[in-house]
């Protein structure tokens, strides 16, 4: 493979035109050697690196991320020596030089084969230099356009940077370096340059060799005027240089002598990072023994059940006793795993009792955490608009979530509501605890059912004949058992209102259904509607002594606001709607045409 290259650690070649690498080369890079799983002078590069990164202000990216993505990036290239590319790009933003200061910044990696180099260079000099700016002196920032144009009519194998005072700096790829009476010799970068990982190197080496060490201005002559002559960097190391212009070096016996101990101390196994760490078998005992315990707590955590249940945890139990009680049930594979996970999660002293939801996905942890937080199991229950409170008793008591010790009298007389209780219940759908009572749910109900009251009550019209809440609910309850077509409730309360305003009997057929009870056989006889009941509003005039059922928010809105009309009678058309007379006469006519 020619090369690698990983963006934020995944394998891609593609970068967005809105990086600002691309936009403005706003970044750093490190060039570095790889060589037998080894990142060569890793602690340099790194110091270089988070060094620029503090100067011109990213943020910083962890050695271990780094370490991480050229050790993927170099077991990918598959070479024994290979070039390390590291760039750290600020990150993308839009047009504009400004930037956002949370920025996240881009990781690229690039591994490249070694290039063939030559043995000794020849050099001569650029065609161009560099500017001063402090900022970016010694850094390697992306910015390297003084190095191209430096090199764009290149001669030599490499050429001689300087700055705008002629003052020797670089090569374009590299430091520079002199002997000269066996002092070494090297340009300083305060202003302008960059200090490569293997300057530093050399300079504490050759004084360790006895060399005197110079860091020093140094001009193109006094640099032809020298004995030796070498450059270095990241790829190439040390290169000594054979020619300058004109000027031949055959000499380079200090040269070789730093070539041979910088080669050693690069060998060293504290100079460089370790890309692939050896095998430890604690570590690989440990993965072992971590993998065993993983696949056991899959296996013990798990609720053993094929279809949705209703747990309970019993008042006063704890955790030994409720772990015996799952693993006697079947429920869980391992009771000591229900303690120890238990005590981990915090849970083993503030188990709560109440009736828990079990279902196939239902994990010991997930279960723990609901006997902990008191997560019960919950059931909707919905009491349908126009029933009996009979009925709603028969249906909750048949419910398998709820309870109850008491008699249909008892439960009535024990809930906050008043005889007649018919009508005094909100039908709704009510969310429920699991083994919640049902009386529980009728006081709900009835609360409900009197705020809805007293909300319609203080909404009614301003001229409304009825005078308290309670013929409202009575009125609302004929409404509702008289049609289920929202669009005509208002104008049948109408209809009442006007009868009710002319001392008219209302004569409205479920008072009869209702006054007969268990007697009504599905259809009204003329017999029946005489029945005696003072719920018979064909034999007394007003309005019944109590609702007649439960009663909807579209029913009670229209009792409380009726429509205002001349009509008198109405009659069912069969569709579920009605048709609406002024005059018995037209009733007559209706009752012959949807009846008959």
């Known amino acids: 493979m020619s090369h690698v290259i990983l963006i934020n650690g995944k394998k ?66 598959k070479l024994d020596r290979a070039v390390v590319k ?9 047009r504009g030089y400004g930037y956002d200061k949370s920025i996240a910044p ?7 084969s070694v290039p063939d ?15 001063t700016n402090q900022l970016l002196s010694e850094i390697k920032h992306c910015n390297r356009l003084e190095q191209i144009l430096a090199r764009t009519h290149l001669k030599t194998q490499e050429c001689i940077m300087l700055d705008p005072q002629a003052q020797v700096v670089s090569v374009t790829q590299g430091n520079i370096f002199a002997i000269k009476n066996g002092v070494l010799l090297t340009p300083g970068l305060s202003e302008c340059g960059i200090e490569g990982t293997r300057r530093q190197a050399i300079i504490e080496l050759a004084r360790k060799q006895g060399l005197s060490v110079e860091v020093c201005c140094l001009s193109v002559a006094e640099l032809l005027a ?68 993983t696949a056991w707590a899959m296996w013990a955590n798990k609720i053993n059940i094929l279809k949705p249940t209703v747990y309970q945890l019993p008042q006063g139990a704890n955790i030994y006793s409720t772990a015996d009680n799952l693993k006697r049930y079947g429920l869980v594979n391992s009771s000591q795993f229900v303690v120890w996970a238990a005590k981990v999660l915090g849970a083993s002293e503030t188990l709560k009792s109440g009736h828990y939801e079990l279902t196939p996905d239902t994990s010991v942890l997930s279960l723990l955490d609901d006997f902990s937080n008191a997560h019960v199991a919950t059931r909707k229950i919905t009491l349908v608009e126009g029933q009996t409170v009979q009925t709603y008793f028969q249906m909750l008591s048949q419910h398998q979530a709820l309870t109850t010790k008491l008699s249909f009298e008892k439960t009535l007389q024990n809930t906050n509501a008043k005889p007649p209780y018919d009508g005094q219940f909100w039908p709704d759908t ?12 009728l006081n709900r109900s ?25 013929q409202l609910l009575i009125l609302a309850s004929l409404v509702e058992k008289e049609t289920a077509n929202h669009a005509e409730k208002a104008k049948i309360a109408g209809v009442f209102i006007n009868r009710l305003k002319k001392g008219m009997r209302l004569q409205t057929d479920p008072t009869v259904v209702y006054a007969l009870g268990d007697a009504y056989t599905g259809k009204l006889s003329k017999q029946d509607l005489w029945f005696k009941s003072p719920y018979n509003t064909y034999r007394h005039k007003g309005l019944p002594p109590g609702p007649i059922g439960s009663v909807g928010l579209e029913s009670l809105k229209a009792a409380a606001q009726p429509l205002k009309s001349d009509f008198l009678y109405f009659v069912s058309k069969k569709d579920g709607t009605h048709a609406f007379a002024k005059t018995y006469k037209q009733h007559l006519i209706n009752i012959k045409k949807h009846l008959k």
Request: hydrophobic fraction near 40%.
């Open 446 to 470: 009835h609360a409900l059912l009197q705020e809805k009251l007293s909300k319609a009550w203080d909404n009614r019209a301003k001229d409304h004949l009825l005078k308290n809440k309670n």
């Open 106 to 112: 881009t990781r690229i990696i690039i591994v490249s």
């Open 226 to 293: 020298c004995d030796e002559v070498f450059i270095s960097n990241s790829v190439m190391g040390i290169r000594p240089i054979s020619q300058i212009n004109e000027q031949k070096y055959s000499q380079h016996q200090i040269t070789d002598r730093l070539i041979e101990v910088f080669n050693q101390h690069l060998l060293k196994r504290g100079n460089s990072a370790l890309l692939k760490p050896k095998k430890n078998p604690l570590k690989i005992w440990a993965i072992v023994f971590l993998a065993l315990f």
């Open 430 to 441: 009510y969310q429920v605890n699991y083994a919640d009572s049902v009386l529980s749910v």
């Open 117 to 131: 180099l030559p043995q000794t260079y020849t050099l001569s000099l650029c065609d161009s230099g560099y500017a």
């Open 86 to 94: 590291v760039i750290l790009s600020r990150g993308e933003s839009a």
């Open 12 to 77: 891609q070649t593609k970068l967005s035109v809105f990086n600002r690498l691309v936009q403005f080369g706003d970044g750093l890079f490190e060039t570095c050697m790889a060589v037998d799983q080894r990142l060569l002078l890793a602690e340099a590069h790194f110091q270089r690196l988070e060094k620029g990164a503090k100067r011109l202000k990213i943020i910083p990216i962890s050695r271990s991320i780094l370490t991480k993505e050229i050790a993927k990036a170099v077991s990918m290239s």
